[in-house]
T-cell receptor, first 112, second 119 residues
């Protein structure tokens, strides 16, 4: 079946460090891929998305490229800030109107 | 402003009691979803509905019930049969759309969540 696997957290970085959170998926066909962010005590916010191979999603300095050959959608940011501290979820949708399948989430903590 | 509204934000349930979490959206979305999140874990799908008057069980539907009488509303009832209901509950919605929507990405939007605690 369809699934998403993320690197385990927590990830602790110093401010201005480079961030990579790995995400790989298992799915037939061409799913749409998403990164969501959850700040403490809040719901999920869409961070970025990509709908076909080689698409790059970007938002707020974060980027992720849809790599079909490696079935990956790794999240990157060149210089993290304390305000980026949150839990990040990788997810996919296989069909329109279908279910959103989440990874287990990766907690990021950025220290000043 | 358009969005998804969940209420209440915090709810306490006594043993053996049913409680209902409200979810309302004014985005004119066809599909709505309920997810459960436990501390340190990912999200698990409870129920989803793709159109009015229709809904399907997700991965952990036991002990929960839903209704979809109106497009904008998808309330979740946590019944006494749910033995471990303490969790963070998230409602979401999306517009499945046609082929054009598929090309633009079928994004699911979330509410702010409701905390349910058994006392």
């Amino acid at each position: 079946g369809n699934s998403v696997t993320q690197m385990e957290g927590p990830v602790t970085l110093s401010e201005e460090a480079f961030l990579t959170i790995n995400c790989t998926y298992t799915a037939t066909g061409y799913p749409s891929l998403f990164w969501y962010v959850q700040y403490p005590g809040e719901g999920l916010q869409l961070l970025l998305k990509a709908t076909k191979a080689d698409d790059k999603g970007s938002n707020k300095g974060f980027e992720a490229t849809y790599r079909k050959e490696t079935t990956s959608f790794h999240l990157e940011k060149g210089s993290v800030q304390v305000s980026d501290s949150a839990v990040y979820f990788c997810a996919l949708i296989k069909n329109q109107g279908g279910k959103l399948i989440f990874g287990q989430g990766t907690e990021l903590s950025v220290k000043p | 402003d358009g969005g998804i509204t969940q209420s209440p934000k915090y709810l306490f349930r006594k043993e053996g009691q049913n409680v209902t979490l409200s979810c309302e959206q004014n985005l004119n979305h066809d599909a709505m979803y309920w997810y459960r999140q436990d501390p340190g874990q990912g999200l698990r799908l409870i129920y989803y509905s793709q159109i009015v008057n229709d809904f399907q069980k997700g991965d952990i539907a036991e002990g929960y019930s839903v209704s979809r009488e109106k497009k904008e509303s998808f309330p979740l009832t946590v019944t006494s049969a749910q033995k471990n209901p303490t969790a963070f509950y998230l409602c979401a919605s999306s517009m499945p759309g046609d082929r054009t929507e598929r090309l633009s990405g079928n994004t699911i939007y979330f509410g702010e969540g409701s905390w349910l605690t058994v006392v």
